[in-house]
């Protein structure tokens, strides 16, 4: 359940290995990045290790700085460009 007390959606949930994987992606300036508390938030709620994946490169500086800091006070949430991502699965592999 997620912090409102609703049914969380995940944009993808490998089962094999129990993780979930949220991707935002923000390719113009917009309210993509004002989303990442209430995305963190709701992933904290869950026991279940998460990736989120960024892209685009128009979320403001200030937001992913935030994100990032989060991530690092939290064990089971990490923070990833595409790119980032693919080196991580690699290394699971």
Do not use: H
């Not at 944009?11 to 992606?25: G, N």
């Not at 709620?45 to 200030?62: E, H, M, Q, T």
């Not at 991530?71 to 089971?76: I, L, S, T, V, Y």
Request: glycine share 8%; net charge negative; proline share 4%.
């Amino acid at each position: 359940m997620g912090i409102y007390n609703t049914k969380l959606r995940f944009d993808f949930y490998l089962p094999d290995l129990d993780i979930v994987i949220e991707a935002k992606f923000q390719n113009s300036p917009g309210t993509v990045d004002e989303k990442y508390p209430y995305l963190f938030e709701n992933m904290k709620s869950i026991n279940k290790k998460v990736l989120i994946v960024y892209g685009g490169g128009k979320a403001r500086p200030g937001a992913i700085s935030w994100l990032k800091n989060k991530c690092m006070e939290n064990d089971q949430i990490e923070l990833f460009t595409f790119d980032e991502m693919c080196n991580y699965f690699e290394g699971l592999l």
